[in-house]
């Protein structure tokens, strides 16, 4: 949360990622999304993390694994005196097309986020949420649908589903949406034909199209420029639906870039920790879940953490 002399990241996301640091060491993507994002001189120097490979510092070695969060995202694994801390950052164990997935390593202490962590929290398969949204277009096909989805890595994923679904018309952007799709296309990560969503009088209508903008656009003038817009929204936090009720929203997606709770529980066991710190999100359930399930648990409450929505 503060500058540092050192700063390992573990992906690019906001309430991970600050610029001012002395020297960074991240995935080669995670540089480029902190580039992208504060412009190249977002630290002092950086360093490349190459996955699996230790990174000696002082008497300690770094090693970063694949998380399955967002592009380049990593956990971190940490190691002295025969100990390894693994701090995850956040992850997911779905499959995601834009990312390398998810990969379980042994820790002596786990730090796991927690964004999910109630066991009402069960994210559906991500493509059935994608049939939802594309069904929507077929059955209103006079309505502009337009999607709100974080800048970084949901948007990605979001276009990427809509594409293996078999939808290849254009995708409209909001402008704020554009560098980070581009970085991600960039990287190998076929989005298909994007195209700005610029209303322009004549030249575009955008009836049964897909539109794709942070959710915060969606109470600006920009949203109210397409013709009856259906509001949909992809975010973990759509499977409370007095959530999506109170923001407007009409077509909640549950696809979430998060572990839901069956997948913490299982990611904690498939560590083997006997310690785990709980952090980011809701430490209470899975502190004791992992109490009544024999490991020592408790929650790491950080210092300047804001309890961020959903990135
Ligand atoms: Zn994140």
Redesign the pocket.
Known sequence: MRPVDRALIT?G?S??ARAGHGTVLATAETLRIMATRYGPDFAGSSEVAELGKPVRIGETTATFHPAG??LG?AQIAVEAGGMRVVAS??YKRAADPTCAGFEPIRADVFITEATFGLPVFRHPPASDEIGRLLASTVQFPERAHLVGAYAL?KAQRVIRLIRDAGYDKPIYLHGSLDALCRLYQSEGIDLGDLRPATVNAGTTDFAGAIILGPPSAFGERWARRFPDPVFAFASGWMRIRQRAKQQGVELPLVIS??ADWDELCQTIRDTGAGEVWVTHGREEALVHWCQANGIAARPLHLVGYEDEVE?
């Open positions: 992906h996301h309430d991970h969060h967002v995202s950052g956040d890595g870039d998060h990135e």
